[in-house]
């Protein structure tokens, strides 16, 4: 039997970053497919783009030189030798003296360096009266402007979100190489719990609230889900139970009773499970101490609270991060929080990490912070409540108006 | 023809929230698949949660009075009379100088009011030593504590988060009216935009950046896509196309060229597709400056820009919002934003609202916004940010060091 002290949260996330990595080698998907996915190599550009020079404007495609000094008063005469078409090659160049009428997005042809607009000209007779100069590169996007030949367009790691799958389209990838999604198996214990589709209840049930909460914040995540369903406190049928869905899964999830005897079987299944074992046992956190943490092989086994609302802030605290890790993706370089002001003072324990419910409101001078109060096990706490607060291990707590960074529930 | 004049960010807005609604009834759905989810319908309870009184703790059941002024040097003795099993009924009360064992989460019986945890007595031969007193209702939930029958649990436009799954499970909820998910259709139109999985590029084309970013942006929205592929610039194959998709869809975005003749030619394809037609013709913001909103019956066509950027920047400040509308969402009571200060100078002029891109860095004295310049054109520049910062139409510009609010990027 080892022994545990209590972790923080800090040695917590350092236990998750140091410890986990994605279990299975990288897939190659079509671009439509990899939205939210995590890049598993660098992408390079084998292409300028654009690949040639383009108009921003409608207008002329000039010899910049050509129109110096040119002015309302003072107009420059060119000769308009010929007109871009759309998705088409300049047919011949641009000479001293020289325009021709180009649209936005047009290639600019050889010889011209800049754009005139339509709006600063006049074309009578195919003789182009130019009333103000432009500068070189005036008005035109270089061939290479937007990604050079050789440039790592995006780097291994990132998840990958609109715009990106923008550029690899622009670049001519059609496919790229990411992480599989982590398949994340659940399992609900508890003599109490009964299937969420029970009609109607014994006196002393309650329904599986864990299996659907944890389940789609995975899925939000990006991860596959196994629903588990639901063992009584029974060791031999948990522990098989529990080795089923592990074989199956990257990640296992065990929401577990919250009485002594309960936790004894959780701890002692995960160990079961395979070396190292437990390796966080107890967090110094509220809601949420009875966390434990565990690794059989390479995989995490992860043991939840029992409570619904400690269950989810649990989730979004270590298992959200812990599923990045497991698809490669890197940590974010800042962290994504709002600030507001919370409205009333709130009490905390120096050592311990404190998670407070709120609920924010829009007033007059600014964003506010307003705890959801209520028992760690109510549901209806974090139905209320926009995101949550920390109070952190240092601190005694916060005072009314005092300003925090609240993270969202998604 | 009809004159328009430019319409201000707010202005816009207004137009969307106004004028959209969803255009199909609502739909019935398993919780599983309600996750993101819009409710249709005010969802109340028909139960209580937990229909039982639990305890909260490890311990003993007890009457409070039977405790009152117990202390170490001076415990209260109590028989205990029976032992509480999870999941089951407490078979007998308790009465005056009695107590059961109870686990966590076990059902209180009848006649005691309060828990005393096992930390706080000694049980010798079926006698209790209690060495602390607890108040009535102490590490006690009570039978409607989490939710009372007739409790409006979920209001209807609420996108359902995985805690409010939560709560409709443990009210016995197995399925949901919802919002079904909104069908949009994207057509780029331009002769020099040719498919992304073009190999090898001719001078003058380019491969179609927005069919993919607007596209997977809108499922980031929670709506279906139709792919609707790339029209020439020709009236009458635009026009033809786009009926076909409009007819198809609940949301029709037209990602047009830039140049005028294209902008004409994507005005008329919008008028022509039924009345009221064009609602908004160009917006005083850079970039995005000629979006188009247009209703044909009840339904909503966005002329979207045609640069690659500027088209997702309109998508996060207008069509995101309008799919929302097209769910049926209530607007949140709060702007998701984080605040951090920008790291140098930007002018801009007043009337117009500036979006300016930006790439946070978490830095010792907070989190700065440092601006990503680029033309609007160019794709590489949101590649690279993380948000973006508006300068409102009231502002001349803001200064290094400024607090700021920056929206982000998915």
């Known amino acids: 039997m080892k022994f545990f002290h209590v972790k923080t949260v800090a040695e917590t996330l350092e236990v998750i970053a140091g410890e986990f990595k994605p279990n299975r080698p990288p897939i190659e998907v079509s671009l439509i497919d990899a939205l939210d996915m ?37 107009p420059a005469f060119l000769d308009v030798t010929g007109k871009i078409d759309m998705g088409k090659s300049a047919v011949q160049p641009v000479k001293e003296g020289q325009a021709q009428s180009i649209p936005t997005g047009g290639m600019v042809p050889d010889g011209a360096d800049s754009v005139v607009m339509i709006e600063h000209v006049e074309e009578v007779d ?26 790592r367009v995006i780097a291994a790691g990132q998840r990958l979100r609109p715009q990106d799958l923008g550029v690899l389209s622009a670049i001519g990838k059609t496919s790229v190489r990411v992480y599989p999604r982590p398949i994340v198996a659940i399992l609900s214990t508890g003599d109490e719990i009964v299937p969420a589709d029970k009609k109607v209840l014994s006196p002393g049930e309650i329904r599986d609230i864990n299996s659907i909460t944890v389940a789609t914040a995975a899925r939000q995540c990006g991860a596959h889900v196994i629903y588990g369903g639901i063992v009584p406190d029974d060791y031999e049928s948990f522990a098989k139970r529990a080795k089923d ?21 959780t701890e002692q299944v995960m160990q079961s499970l395979g070396d190292p074992g437990v390796l966080v046992h107890g967090v110094s956190i509220k809601p949420g101490k009875p966390t434990i943490i565990a690794k059989a092989g390479a995989k995490p086994v992860v043991g939840l609270p029992g409570h619904p609302a400690s269950a989810l802030i649990i989730f979004h605290l270590f298992v959200a991060p812990l599923i990045q890790r497991l698809q490669g993706q890197k940590p974010a370089a800042y962290v994504s929080r709002i600030s507001a002001r919370i409205s009333r003072n709130i009490a905390s324990a120096v050592g311990r990490s404190d998670y407070i419910r709120v609920k924010l409101e829009e007033r007059e001078d600014g964003l506010w912070a307003v705890p959801v109060f209520g028992k760690s096990g109510l549901i209806s706490t974090l139905v209320k409540s926009d995101g949550m607060v920390e109070i952190s291990a240092n601190k005694e707590g916060i005072l009314e108006g005092e300003a925090v960074y609240v993270h969202l529930f998604q």
């Open 126 to 151: 195919d003789l182009l009266n130019v009333y103000r100069q432009v500068a070189p590169g005036e008005n035109v996007i270089r061939a290479g402007d937007d990604v050079e030949k050789g440039d």
């Open 38 to 74: 995590v890049l598993a190599e660098d992408v390079f550009s084998e292409e300028q783009v654009p690949h040639f020079a383009r108009s921003t404007v409608d207008g002329y495609a000039v010899r910049a030189r050509d129109t110096y000094g040119a002015s309302d008063s003072l």
């Open 245 to 265: 869905l592990f074989e199956q899964s990257d990640l296992l999830l065990l929401s577990g009773g919250s009485s002594v005897g309960t936790r004894d079987y």
